[in-house]
């Protein structure tokens, strides 16, 4: 039996205060969040749209919804009502459509820019190198209705600590290049969003101030399961 309340107790008394934790819950059903919730969660994180705006609709209104996976520019606008955070964008082109979904809700919609910090070649993201084009970059300032509040990635999937404490490091080194250039001006893009299940600890270590933590809290998933 995974016993989500205590999970969550026992990482949250783990984690420092300034490391925030978004509790995964993709294709775990509504009971299994509304544990996590009674146990005092209150950001969850999904990477479906679908799955994300049915969830958001079902259960209690003070839920900060988070997406976390990568986002198609057609489904922005079911989310860009509601949603507390996106954490993988990864083309100016999708910015640019959040920022007009985000007007049309009268929002301003916070974002995270991904980078690809993996070896793995199938992870979505912008590269290491983009990153001196992005430090010149100025839509960011003229898109009113986003708010970059930071940066995040995943490491390689591997039993290779080192390289992931390497990736980690690598992301965090980016984060301050940005925070030094394009974003010097702005005091709340101060988010660094890394680590997960099998990673979080070595990524606190290396910088991150925000997590996301899925079967360690909920137990494994079954993707078969999920309709
Ligand atoms: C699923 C997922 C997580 C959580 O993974 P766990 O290993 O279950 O903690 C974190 N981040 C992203 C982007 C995910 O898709």
Redesign the pocket.
Known sequence: MTNIADNIRKIQSEIPENVCLVA?S?TKPDEDLMVAYDAGQRIF?E?KVQELTGKAERLPKDIQWHM??HLQTNKVKYIAPFVSLI??VDSIKLLKTINKEALKNNRVIPCLLQMHIAEESEKFGFKPEDIEQLSQETVFSELKNIRICGVMG?ATFTEDQTQIRREFALLKNIFDRLKNSTFSEQEDFATISMG???DYPIAIEEGSNMV?????IFGA?NYNNVS
């Open positions: 995964v993709k994180g990477n976390i996976g954490h993988a995943m997960m299940s099998g996301r933590i899925g079967s360690t998933r």
